[in-house]
Structures are given as structure tokens and as C-alpha cells.
């Protein structure tokens, strides 16, 4: 059974400061996602990783994949108020053999960015 | 375009009540998801269909059925509601072999 684990699940940092999630996960996948969501909203798709060392950035957030360690971070560069959000990885169990579909998600990690 | 389209948004039922969650993508897409999210436990896999006229459990199936009733509709069921349905309710969707998986606004289902 697939399991993905997040850590921290919560977490409360300065604007200005840097900080990483990791996401671990069970069984062999070669397809990672990120999502952040807002407070009474759905997800949005920040990521998805590929493959094995893939690196994606968009403004001040980083996702990393390492497959064989089984793990993904989201590393938050000079963090700013407007990044407070829930933010999830997913695995896919479509690439995790087994024959099953649809994500597994972690529990999520709750940001909150203080001025 | 409206990409997944789920109905209603919000929904007030009493125990042992039934009612049923539509979901409508106009995407194209072969693979079609429910899942349910629940505060501290992510989301997690009601049901999914893989193909029009299949479909699968995922990880919490119990007191929900499903139907794929075309390429366009995954519609969720719940015959007879009980309080631990109480959750928000998302469909999503994906094109075959399809990187992006997309999700719908969310259905927010209380029982009381």
C-alpha cells in the first residue's frame, strides 16, 4: 500500500526567511506532484515532477525529486505573506505498478507566513 | 471552457438520506476520480474510473457507489448518509498517459 508522508504538517515562519517540506513516500513512483490550496477552495497544481533529479521553480518555490530515496521537497525562497497556504504532494499510483490509478496525497503542510 | 463541473456545491442531509454528486468534464478524458478531504487527512481516493463503463475503489469506498454513466459523467452515491460522510468532495480528471490532473471546485456535504 502506497503511503505518502509530509512533514512538518504545520509550520509558521517569518516573511523574508527559507524553509523546505519534504515528502516522503512507500513504494517506487516516478511521478510527484505539488498543490497548494487556499482556505475553501481546490487545488492548485503548482508541480509535477517526472522523474529522477528533476528540478522545477516557479517564483520563489523549488520542488525536487530524488526517486530513489523516495523523496520530494518544496523549498520556499524568501518566503512572502501571499505564499500562507495548504500545500500538498501526491504520488501517482499509475506509476507506481500494481495497476491502480488516481493519487495518493500526504496530509499536507499548513504555512502561515508572518510580516 | 469549464474543465470539471461538480454539483451541487453545497448539500444539507439528514442520516439515512441519499443523494448523489454529479461530476462533468468536457475535456475528453479517460480517467475520472472522487475523492473526499477531510481536515488533517489530505485527500483520499473514494473511487476512480479508469475508462467509460469501468470503475474501482480506491481507499475509502465503503458507503459510496459510483457510476460512469457516459466518457463525460462520474456521478458518486450515497444510499443512506451517516455524520462520517461529512466531508468536502472532490472529482477530478486526467487525460490518458495525461500529466495534469485536473479538479473540480469541491462539493461541501454535511449530515447531521
Known amino acids: 500500500e502506497l503511503k505518502v508522508e509530509q512533514n512538518p504538517l504545520f509550520l509558521s515562519m517569518q516573511e523574508g526567511k527559507n524553509y523546505t517540506i519534504y515528502c516522503n513516500y512507500s513504494t517506487t513512483s516516478d511521478r510527484l506532484y505539488w498543490y497548494r490550496q487556499d482556505p475553501g477552495k481546490s487545488l492548485e497544481s503548482l508541480f509535477v515532477?517526472?522523474?529522477?533529479?528533476a528540478v522545477k521553480q516557479e517564483g520563489r518555490l523549488m520542488a525536487s525529486l530524488d526517486t530513489k530515496a523516495r523523496l520530494s521537497t518544496l523549498h520556499i525562497t524568501a518566503a512572502v505573506h501571499d505564499l500562507s497556504a495548504t500545500y500538498f504532494c501526491?504520488?501517482?499510483?499509475?506509476?507506481?505498478?500494481?495497476?491502480?490509478?488516481?493519487?495518493?496525497f500526504g496530509k499536507g503542510t499548513h504555512l502561515i507566513i508572518q510580516p | 471552457n469549464a474543465g470539471v463541473t461538480q454539483t451541487p456545491k453545497f448539500q444539507v442531509l439528514k442520516t439515512g438520506q441519499s443523494m448523489t454528486l454529479q461530476c462533468a468534464q468536457d475535456m475528453n478524458h479517460n480517467s475520472m476520480y472522487w475523492y473526499r478531504q477531510d481536515p488533517g487527512m489530505g485527500l483520499r481516493l473514494i473511487y476512480y474510473?479508469?475508462?467509460?463503463?469501468?470503475?474501482d475503489k480506491g481507499e475509502v469506498p465503503n458507503g459510496y457507489n459510483v457510476s460512469r454513466l457516459n466518457k463525460r459523467e462520474f456521478s458518486l452515491r450515497l444510499e443512506s448518509a451517516a455524520p462520517s460522510q461529512t466531508s468536502v468532495y472532490f472529482c477530478?480528471?486526467?487525460?490518458?498517459?495525461?500529466?495534469?490532473?485536473?479538479f473540480g471546485e469541491g462539493s461541501w456535504l454535511t449530515v447531521v
Open positions: 515532477l517526472l522523474s529522477n533529479g
Open positions: 501526491a504520488v501517482d499510483a499509475m506509476y507506481s505498478g500494481g495497476g491502480a490509478d488516481g493519487l495518493t
Open positions: 474510473s479508469a475508462s467509460e463503463g469501468t470503475t
Open positions: 477530478a480528471s486526467r487525460g490518458r498517459g495525461g500529466n495534469t490532473i485536473y
